[in-house]
């Protein structure tokens, strides 16, 4: 059987383009891995999505996205695509011992927020420990936070961080900021701002219950440690996107991410459509994912009635 559409992923670009393609009667399918709803079921409160006026948690709105999907005819299964074959014009999605064929396939396989690594990271991740300040830095009003990181991004979210925060520190395990001049100079510059030169994170404390309470700074020369109180830790040193599936069959940017055609989401190949964070490098929020989800389901569908 061949299907009209499968939809690779289950964030709010995959659920999104699996509500739209279920009401146009395109009985999509919709695979993803273990960790159904995308990063979203990693945070708490999320307040900025419209429609939830009192907030929602992150859980709950993949939840949510997911059974009206389910209402519309939409069809899942949680196991991993392991190869997928793109050229033709049936495209083929292998998930171990089963074989998928369809006429479109959307991607929505996102990308993941690069971290350190550290023991109770993912425990404490929602809990004082974040990888957006634009989605949460409101949570930590007059609070003392932490960034890690020594890039644009990193300077980036320390200067939006001083809308909320009541101090502001740029953990960097460098002697110097990666930045671009102007950023550097502006993060230097803040009166909320100090950077860690030298400096890494070398332990998370605190639980679910208490959230982040402080963490353990090592000085990167001489290997010395202290304790400093802060309630909130974003990461900024980067996100991989979930390409790997792809390589040599779809066209890709110098850091992975999916190249789309201009304001649409086609890709490279006729058929083939991308959304949300895995072609998204500067928005990364869930309704920008969401809006292109809606974007790929309808394209889809275009295609189809084409050929």
């Not at 907030?55 to 190869?83: N, V, W, Y």
């Not at 479109?104 to 993912?122: F, H, M, N, Q």
């Not at 979930?242 to 040599?248: A, H, I, Q, S, V």
């Amino acid at each position: 059987m061949t299907r009209e559409v499968i939809i690779l992923g289950s964030g709010p670009a995959g659920l999104t383009a699996a509500i739209y393609a279920s009401r146009a009667n395109l009985n999509p399918l919709v695979i993803h891995g273990p960790q159904p709803g995308g990063q979203l079921t990693t945070t708490t409160l999320v307040e900025n999505f419209p429609g939830f006026a009192q907030g929602i948690m992150g859980p709950e709105l993949m939840d949510q996205m997911r059974a009206q999907a389910e209402h519309f005819g939409a069809e899942f299964l949680q196991k991993p695509a392991t190869s997928v074959k793109l050229s033709a014009e049936r495209k083929t999605v292998v998930c171990d011992d089963q074989t998928f064929e369809a006429k479109t396939v959307i991607i929505a396989t996102g990308a993941s927020a690069k971290t350190l690594g550290l023991d109770r990271e993912w425990e404490l991740m929602g809990y004082g420990v974040s990888t957006c300040a634009t989605c949460d830095g409101a949570f930590f009003r007059n609070q003392i936070i932490l960034v890690v990181g020594g890039g644009d991004s990193a300077c980036e979210e320390a200067l939006f961080l001083t809308k909320f925060a009541s101090k502001v520190y740029l953990v960097h395990r460098r002697d110097s900021l990666r930045a671009s001049k102007i950023m550097a100079e502006r993060v230097i510059a803040h009166e909320k701002i100090t950077v860690l030169w030298n400096t890494g994170i070398a332990k998370l404390l605190g639980d679910k219950k208490s959230g982040l309470t402080a963490v353990i700074l090592k000085d990167t020369v001489n290997g010395s440690e202290k304790e400093m109180p802060a309630t909130g830790l974003f990461y900024a040193i980067g996100h991989q996107p979930n390409t790997d599936l792809f390589k040599g069959q779809l066209e890709m940017d110098n850091n992975g991410y999916l190249v789309t055609t201009g304001a649409s989401t086609k890709t490279n190949i006729p058929g083939v459509f991308a959304c949300g964070d895995v072609q998204d490098h500067v928005f990364r929020q869930a309704i920008t994912a969401a809006g292109s989800g809606c974007m790929a389901a309808i394209e889809a569908e275009r295609h189809l009635s084409g050929h």
